[in-house]
Each structure stands twice: as C-alpha cells, then as structure tokens.
C-alpha cells in the first residue's frame, strides 16, 4: 500500500484526543492519595484507573488506524529527522502501551475491583500478589517517566519546526 502524504481526519483526531487524556492523566497519578495495604481504591484512583483504560484503549485502536494507513514522513526533511521522527512515534506508541498495561497488571495485583467510570466492573488481568505488585509498581512509574521524557523530546521537536525551521510539519497534525 503506498503511504498516504498527509495525516487524515482520524489520525488527528485520536492524536489530540489522547494528548488531552495525557494532560489530565499525570496531574491525577502525581495527586491522588497513596493507597497502603488493604485500603479499596478512591475516587481519584478509579478516575486514573477509568481514563488510563481509555487511552489504552484509544491507542490500540489507533495503532490498527496507522498500520492500515501509512503515512510517509515529510518528504522535504533531512533522512536523520525522518529517520528520528518516526524512531520518537513509534517509542511513544510502545511507551504509552506499557504505561496502561503496567498499571493495570499492578492494580491487579493488589487485589481491588474497580470499575470503569463507575459503570462496568474492570476486569483485572492478575490474581492478589504483594510481591509481584511492588515490581511492577516501579515498572509503572518508570514508563510513566521514559514516557514523559520521550513527551518531552516530542514536543521540543515540534516547537523547533514551528520556530527555529520554520516549515509545515506541524500542519500536518493541524485541522484543516
Ligand atoms: C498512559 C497512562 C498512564 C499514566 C501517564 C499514568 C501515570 C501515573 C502516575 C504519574 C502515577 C503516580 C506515581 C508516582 O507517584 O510516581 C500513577 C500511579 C498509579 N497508576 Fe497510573 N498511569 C497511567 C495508566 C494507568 C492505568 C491504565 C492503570 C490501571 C488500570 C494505572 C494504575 C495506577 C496505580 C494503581 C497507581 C498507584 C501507584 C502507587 O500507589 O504507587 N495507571 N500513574
Ligand atoms: C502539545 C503537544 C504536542 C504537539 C505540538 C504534537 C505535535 C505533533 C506533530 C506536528 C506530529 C506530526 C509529525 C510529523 O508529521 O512527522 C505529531 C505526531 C505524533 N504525535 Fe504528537 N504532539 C504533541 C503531543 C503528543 C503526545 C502527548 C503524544 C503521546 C502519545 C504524541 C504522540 C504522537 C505520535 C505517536 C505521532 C505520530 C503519529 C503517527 O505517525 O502515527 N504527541 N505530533
């Protein structure tokens, strides 16, 4: 299938859905209150737990979306920021994948049942283990790093095309 040049509707669509996702799902991790052992998840957990489900589920989807439709990188850049483009979206895809699962095998771990926004009951990928959630507890967090980092390199890239290269690279992930 030859690549599309442009980014469609859907593609930006799920990109700014998930960015904003993002932008609410750090400030509650970093503030909801720590749960010790036997204490049931609060609301601020489930809403972590009902949103972090959603972007898993968003970025899944996406991902089916972007492999059925190949976009080429913008053909009037350098091979090494074609090549690091695609390096950077590619670890964002696998990074955001492993920050959702990781804690949501972790949440397994301890034992709760949550339910998705109140709705529905999750389902919870693992059986109660004490021991295994503490290693997976600094798996979540150091994805949510590794994500934040690479979010962070994102990001720059992007202002750097608007500012310092002045092309239409971010356009591309515009409206319109
Ligand atoms: C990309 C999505 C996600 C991001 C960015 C994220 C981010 C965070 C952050 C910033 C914290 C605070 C950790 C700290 O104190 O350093 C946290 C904790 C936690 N997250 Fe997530 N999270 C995501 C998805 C999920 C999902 C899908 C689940 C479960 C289904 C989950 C379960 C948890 C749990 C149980 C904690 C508490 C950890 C503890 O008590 O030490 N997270 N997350
Ligand atoms: C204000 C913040 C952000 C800006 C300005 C921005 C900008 C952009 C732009 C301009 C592109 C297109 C790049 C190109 O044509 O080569 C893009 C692609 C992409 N962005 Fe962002 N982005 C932001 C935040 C994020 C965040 C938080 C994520 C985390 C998941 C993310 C994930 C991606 C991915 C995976 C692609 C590649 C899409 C694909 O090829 O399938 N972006 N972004």
Same mark, same amino acid.
């Given at each position: 299938m030859m690549p599309q040049l442009q980014y469609g509707t859907p593609a930006k669509v799920f990109h700014w859905c998930i960015v904003v996702l993002l932008a609410v799902q750090y400030p509650i991790g970093w503030l909801m209150p720590d749960l010790h052992r036997g204490m049931s998840p609060g609301a601020g957990m489930t809403f972590h737990i009902s949103i972090g489900i959603t972007i898993l589920a968003l970025t899944a989807l996406r991902l089916v979306w972007r492999l059925a439709h190949p976009v080429a990188p913008? &053909? &009037?850049?350098p091979a090494w920021q074609r090549l690091s483009s695609e390096v950077v979206h590619w670890l964002l895809y696998a990074l955001v994948l492993a920050t959702t699962f990781s804690g949501w095998v972790f949440a397994s771990f301890r034992g709760w049942s949550v339910s998705y926004f109140y709705l529905v009951p999750l389902p919870m990928l693992?059986? #109660?283990?004490a021991a295994a959630g503490r290693t997976i507890d600094g798996l979540h967090q150091a994805m949510e790093w590794a994500l934040l980092v690479t979010i962070g390199v994102h990001i720059a890239a992007a202002l750097a095309h608007i500012f310092?290269?002045? #092309? &239409?690279v971010m356009r591309r992930m515009l409206p319109g």
């Open positions: 913008e &053909s &009037s850049l693992a059986s #109660d283990n310092i290269y002045r #092309d &239409s």
